[in-house]
């Protein structure tokens, strides 16, 4: 998932960035336990380089209360990231990237496997990464780089994935979420329930896809599937004949108008679906939010074919060793903690460890975000403004309902280069 650098202000990750209100809920409520900090002689500082799919300002700060590590973020775009670990192994400490990542990163050398044993929290982390289930038992969908299949190494040094667990975990997982598309229900006035809706040509020139394209194929994948042209063995890993069969339906779509716009970062997302000017789209779930705290209606639409998923985790550099190392993992303890989980649970996201994210959020923020629950009192957009009054229902329902609704997980495909190749042929079309 691809998101701008900080320095031009726009990510997809923004309503992460900013100073979020419902996360000081969670600040001086006495929740976070166990990381008393000591001044030290020596300065405590981690590079991070990542997205923002997990960074924030609180977050960062109330790390650094809680145990004297400062955080200097570090943020590029995913396919910037993936280059500076192949280039510039020695520029970053922390590493926090996607699993569908990991195909090409792991084969690289440059990070280092973390140690499953000194991870406090590794057994209470969701099963949804150690066993491709939900916590109530749901299967969840695995098209794609699903977590769990590339969740292990074989050894410390090894450069090979683990069918079973091992002690070396790749990434230790942080966060996740199940994507939709979001639509304009004041403007459509109807129900939509099919990913084939963004080709309706009730909405042409009204409709847009995001242009990522190891994102934007999963989205493509899941509109052809639902229109019944085709049955694909695994959206995530197409062979060429079944990549020209999707660019050949949307190409043929976008000369007809279809398509509005082709979108790249969060704010275009917002401002397109803020303004009219599309209906339906490829959406995440915080630019929804955003959109709703603006005061106009905008949903994250359930679908029946289900929803097309990712997740994220951190490891470190291989040139990270000694007291830094400490300090990693130290960090990494730290963040599943609670504070962050609860952080980015209110943004609409999924935390690894739910325990002790539950712990830092009030009741009622957890039965409306978790359990599907109405609000039993207004909820707040991250800013503070009002997102939904007391009585509203989160989109999609519960954590088990979207978790386990999710039919197929952002991937590198074997032919990658191919599938590249022709969506930026579909784009200049």
Excluded: H
């Amino acid at each position: 998932m691809t998101e701008t650098t900080k320095k031009t202000g726009v990510s997809r990750r923004t309503l992460l960035k900013g100073t979020a209100g419902l996360a000081g809920l969670a600040a001086g409520s006495g929740a976070i336990t166990g990381f008393p900090y000591v001044m030290s002689a020596e300065p405590k500082v981690l590079r991070y380089l990542g997205t923002a799919v997990n960074e924030g300002d609180d977050i960062s700060k109330q790390c650094l209360k809680d145990t004297g590590i400062k955080i200097e973020y570090i943020t590029a775009t995913t396919d910037d990231v993936t280059k500076r670990v192949m280039t510039q192994p020695n520029s970053f400490d922390v590493l926090d990237t996607e699993y569908f990542s990991l195909k090409k990163l792991v084969p690289s050398g440059n990070i280092l496997a973390l140690d499953a044993k000194k991870i406090k929290e590794f057994d209470n982390i969701t099963p949804v990464f150690t066993k491709g289930e939900t916590p109530g038992g749901k299967k969840i969908g695995g098209q794609g780089t699903a977590p769990w299949k590339v969740l292990y190494l074989e050894g410390k040094d090894s450069k090979t994935f683990s069918k079973t667990a091992t002690e070396f975990v790749t990434l230790i997982p942080t966060v996740y979420n199940a994507d939709t598309l979001g639509i304009r229900p004041d403007l459509i006035k109807r129900p939509i329930s099919s990913w084939s809706e963004l080709l309706n040509p009730e909405f042409k020139g009204k409709a847009s896809i995001l242009n990522i394209p190891s994102i934007g194929i999963m989205d493509a994948a899941m509109v052809v599937e639902a229109t019944g042209k085709y049955k694909y063995a695994d959206k995530g890993n197409m062979t060429k004949e079944e990549i020209d069969l999707t660019m050949k339906v949307m190409t043929e779509a976008k000369k007809a108008g279809q398509f509005r716009a082709f979108w790249k970062d969060f704010n275009e997302s917002v401002n397109l679906m803020a303004s009219g000017e599309t209906v339906i789209q490829s959406m995440w779930s915080p630019a929804v939010t955003k959109v709703r705290s603006m005061g106009i209606p905008c949903t994250f639409q359930p679908l029946k074919e289900g929803y097309r998923s990712w997740a994220s985790g951190f490891c470190v550099s291989k040139g990270v060793s000694g007291d830094k190392l400490d300090w990693a993992y130290e960090f990494v303890n730290w963040f599943l903690s609670g504070y962050a989980g609860a952080y980015l649970n209110r943004q609409g996201y999924y935390s690894a460890v739910l325990s002790t994210a539950k712990a830092n959020m009030e009741p009622y923020e957890w039965a409306y975000w978790m359990e599907g629950k109405p609000a039993e009192k207004d909820i707040k957009a991250p800013d503070g403004s009002l997102l939904e009054k007391a009585g509203a229902v989160r989109d999609g329902g519960s954590y088990e309902d979207r978790m386990g609704g999710v039919a197929c997980w952002n991937a590198v495909m074997d032919e990658n280069d191919y599938m590249v190749r022709k969506w930026n042929e579909f784009i200049a079309a």
